[in-house]
């Protein structure tokens, strides 16, 4: 499974089971991969449209879009 999925898996289940999304360095710390990876399949996901990442101070969601 790639980096991608990996991290596409741990959110969607991670967020269902919390309601909230998982921080990057926990989620590379959970994943066993390294930070820049993490936030680079994040990036591809938002890119590709399967997650939609809104930023707002102290506030960040995560949306699903499949």
């Not at 790639?2 to 590379?28: H, R, T």
């Not at 680079?40 to 930023?55: F, V, Y």
Request: aromatic residues 8%; hydrophobic residues 30%; negative net charge.
């Amino acid at each position: 499974m790639d980096n991608q999925e990996k991290v596409y898996n741990y959110l969607k289940s991670f967020m269902e089971e919390k309601g909230y999304p998982q921080s990057i360095s926990q989620m590379s710390k959970d994943l066993n991969v390294p930070e820049h990876e993490v936030k680079e399949a994040m990036d591809k996901l938002q890119e590709s449209g399967r997650i939609k990442i809104t930023t707002v101070p102290k506030k960040v969601t995560i949306e699903f879009c499949d």
